[in-house]
Every structure is written in C-alpha cells, then in structure tokens.
Antibody, heavy 119, light 106 residues
Framework: EVQLQESGPGLVKPSQSLSLTCSVT????????WGWIRKFPGNKMEWMGY???????SYNPSLKSRISITRDTSKNQFFLQLNSVTTEDTATYYC?????????????WGQGTLVTVSS | DTVLTQSPALAVSPGERVTISCRAS??????MHWYQQKPGQQPTLLIY???NLESGVPARFSGSGSGTDFTLTIDPVEADDTATYYC?????????FGGGTKLELK
C-alpha cells in the first residue's frame, strides 16, 4: 500500500525558508510523479509542483522563483523548499502521488502538515 | 489560470439526492476530477476524468460533464458524506482546484 508522510517545522519566520520532507513507503519514487499541494485557511487549494520519476520538475508559475522540489531516492523521500516566505504561505502542506505518470490528478495523499509563518 | 467555481455550501437530508457543481472559466475537456475531504483528513479521490469512479468509492457517487460545466452527484446521501468536495482540472497549466463545497446533513 502506498503511504506518504509529511514532516518538517510547524513554524517558520517571515523571510526564511520553509523545508518539508515527504517520506514514501510501499512504492518507489523512481516511478510516477510526486507533487506538493497546499490548502490555505479558508479552503483554497493550490498545486505547487512535482518531481517526476526521472527527477525532472515542474512548478506553478506563481511560485517559480521561490520553490524547489528535490529528492533522495536512496531514502525514498522527496522535499519541498519554499524561499522568502510570508504570512501568506501559512497553509496545510500535502504531498501526493499522481494516479499514473503525467495523469495530473492525485490518487494518494499524505495526512498533511500545518505550517504557520509568523514572527 | 483556469478558475473553477463551486457553491460554498449545501445542506441536504439523508436519503436525498445532491448535485455539486463546478464551473470552469475555460474549457477543460473532460479532464476534471473530484475529491472528498473530511475534517482533519487528507483529500481522497472520488471521480477522475469527469465520470470515472475511483476503485473502492461507493456507486452512490457519480460524475458528469464536459467543457466548462461539471457535476458530482451523490444519490442517496448518507450521514458519512459530510465533507468538503473539491473539483480539480488538469487540462490547462497550472492544474487548479475549485474553492470547495461544504456538504452538511440536516
């Protein structure tokens, strides 16, 4: 069974970087596409980007200058880094696996982790 | 970006039929998908490609539509269906989500 679990700091100061880890079990991240999605207070959801089975990435243009998604295949983990955060980046962050490679919809989700940006 | 518009909330009685709508600001063909999110849980996939029922999802759920207008139907509604329902399109980049429809049971 595919399982994803997010981890990382729950509180980040403005202007700093947000770094999260998604640990995957039951499926290799060298297959399929793996993404990050966030849900803001008030329920708006935003697709942030993905890293593919080959290590290629794609990002939401609204974040392109601040975001980086990388991976460690030896640990079956992938990572989110979001730079220069503001209070507007306060959200619950989810990692997810696409239904199949390039399908662009999400079959498996982590539980989510709340990140608050505050001084 | 493609904007997906959903009604914010609906209230229905158990046993009734409910339709949840999602309108896209431009055509998304049939590349529309639906998720259910219960409080404190992650979203789960219900319907993909507008009308395909995800494995393990009860047949009470169905989806329809193409182009700009899509519908998620639950018939009959059960108490366990209390949740927020999101549509998501994957035809245009970047993929986008609707604002969610909160379904409450009377």
């Amino acid at each position: 069974e595919v399982q994803l679990q997010e981890s990382g700091p729950g509180l980040v100061k403005p202007s700093q970087s947000l770094s999260l880890t998604c640990s995957v079990t039951g499926y290799s991240i060298t297959s399929n596409y793996w993404g990050w999605i966030r849900k803001f207070p008030g329920n708006k959801m935003e697709w942030m980007g993905y890293i593919s089975y080959s290590g290629s990435t794609s990002y939401n243009p609204s974040l392109k200058s601040r975001i980086s998604i990388t991976r460690d295949t030896s640990k079956n983990q992938f990572f989110l880094q979001l730079n220069s955060v503001t209070t507007e980046d306060t959200a619950t962050y989810y990692c997810a696996r696409e239904y199949y490679s390039g399908s662009n919809w999400f079959a498996y989700w982590g539980q989510g982790t709340l990140v608050t940006v505050s001084s | 970006d493609t904007v997906l518009t959903q009604s914010p909330a609906l209230a229905v009685s158990p046993g009734e039929r409910v339709t949840i709508s999602c309108r896209a600001s431009e055509s998304v063909s049939t590349l529309m998908h639906w998720y259910q999110q219960k409080p404190g849980q992650q979203p789960t996939l219900l319907i993909y490609l507008a009308s395909n029922l995800e494995s393990g999802v009860p047949a009470r759920f169905s989806g329809s539509g193409s182009g700009t207008d899509f519908t998620l139907t639950i018939d009959p509604v059960e108490a366990d269906d209390t949740a927020t329902y999101y549509c998501q399109q994957s035809w245009n980049d970047p993929r986008t989500f609707g604002g969610g429809t909160k379904l409450e049971l009377k």
